[in-house]
């Protein structure tokens, strides 16, 4: 007995099922609850970013953690590119995180990749008035590589052109004169060798002789230093003394200053009472009575008169 299949219920059971398909995709397309949901940074790169495309990995420490939506040039300045990431949320992006460009093995497929980002700094927001967020960035190997080989070829260029300028025509012919009046030289040297051998051994000689003359000068060197040391002591007692003799003139300066007028006034004193002594034993060898009755008076002259008898 052969068994009928009934082709509507396969055909509606097969629309239904592509139906559900489509309702999943277009679920799953509008934001499903188990798709990833994406921040969006923003990084400004002032090199060139070539092998760089759009959706290349955006790596955090190695790890995939969004991609490359966007890459255009700067419009208020065309030697920088504006990077565009898509990353998911909830990766640490902080204020201290750089992004570098990087190349992936031998293929040269250019990548992002994020670093640092300490754990105590805050998260990275969008300055005011912008739309994203902006990551620093730093120069990638290749563009540090290149500043390094520039600046080498620089100093190359320097240092083939400084040779040039020792190795050039007239230094050359400088040179081949120096080597020439070194060989005169050694030419002469080799010419005067017994001359010079002999000047060397009467140095030597000398010096051997000036040896000797020490070693005998020596005795009479340690003589002279301890005459010196000797001297040395005397003008250290020299000194002593000096210094005692000035002590004395400093008492005699003010035995003069003190004492000297005191005994001044004295002896004019005692010069005053010898005068009136002397003058005093000439009146009494003139007239000794002066002792008892005192000095008489004059007896007036002629037209005088005492005071008493004068008559208006």
Excluded: C
Excluded at 102 to 118: F, N, P, R
């Amino acid at each position: 007995m052969e068994t009928k299949v009934n082709y509507a219920i396969v055909g509606a059971f097969v629309l239904a099922l592509g139906a559900v398909l489509v309702a999943g995709v277009l679920w799953l397309a509008s934001g499903g609850s188990f798709q990833k949901q994406y921040d969006m940074y923003l990084a400004i790169e002032d090199e060139s970013v070539d092998g760089l495309n759009v959706n290349a990995p955006v790596k955090y420490n190695g790890v995939d953690v969004g991609k490359v939506r966007q890459i255009q040039l700067a419009p208020d300045n065309p030697e920088r590119v504006n990077l565009l990431f898509a990353i998911e949320r909830g990766t640490p992006i902080k204020v201290d995180t750089v992004a570098v460009l990087k190349t992936q093995g031998l293929t040269g497929i250019a990548y992002v990749e994020l670093s640092g980002g300490a754990k105590g700094s805050p998260p990275l927001r969008a300055a005011a008035g912008g739309k994203y967020p902006v990551i620093r960035t730093q120069p990638s190997l290749g563009a540090r590589l290149e500043n390094v080989l520039t600046n080498v070829l620089s100093k190359l260029d320097n240092t083939s052109n400084n040779i040039n300028a020792i190795l050039s025509d007239e230094n050359q012919a400088s040179f081949k004169n120096a080597l020439a009046d070194i060989a005169i030289v050694a030419h002469t040297l080799a010419a005067r060798k017994d001359t010079l051998d002999a000047g060397m051994a009467d140095a030597a000689r000398t010096f051997k002789n000036t040896s000797q003359a020490t070693a005998q000068l020596r005795p009479v060197i340690d003589q002279i230093g301890h005459s010196a040391e000797a001297i040395e002591k005397m003008g250290n007692e020299v000194a002593g003394a000096g210094k005692t003799a000035n002590s004395v003139g400093a008492d005699m300066k003010r035995f003069s200053a003190e004492t000297l007028p005191e005994l001044e006034r004295l002896l004019g004193e005692l010069s005053v009472l010898s005068t009136s002594l002397r003058r005093l034993s000439e009146q009494t060898e003139r007239n000794p009575s002066s002792l008892l009755f005192g000095h008489k008076p004059l007896p007036e002259g002629p037209g005088e008169s005492s005071r008493g008898a004068r008559q208006p």
